[in-house]
Structure formats: C-alpha cells, structure tokens
C-alpha cells in the first residue's frame, strides 16, 4: 500500500474520531513494516508519531516484521 494514502486514511479517521467526540488512542497504535522491502515511512496523528515496533502480541500470538 502507498504510504501516503495510509497517512491520509489516519488523517480521514482523526476527522471521523473528532467529528463523533471519541477517543483515538495514539498509544495503543503501533506501526510494523513487514518484509525487507516494505518502505520505513513513519505515520502521525497530527503531530504525534506512531510507535515503530518489530514485533507485537494480539491475541496470545506474537507477529514479527520478518
């Protein structure tokens, strides 16, 4: 996927989030960049950076980036 859409898309949420009066907790969001040839784009919600991480744990299991 296009990094740039991926940020537009966040930036299409926060508006949806602000619009609703929720919450978008920026520190349960992380990013990971998956194989060798995925670009290494960071991604904001305004002007917080979302965390990079190698690997995460959803569901008992944990996904790595390789």
Do not use: A
């Not at 740039?4 to 978008?24: A, G, H, P, R, Y």
């Amino acid at each position: 996927m296009d990094s740039s859409k991926l940020q537009k898309d966040l930036d299409t949420i926060i508006v949806w989030v602000d619009k609703w009066e929720m919450n978008f907790n920026v520190g349960k969001c992380k990013v990971m960049h998956v194989g060798r040839t995925s670009p290494r784009k960071s991604y904001y919600k305004r002007e917080n950076i979302l965390e990079e991480v190698d690997q995460e744990k959803d569901f008992g299991i944990i996904i790595t980036s390789d």
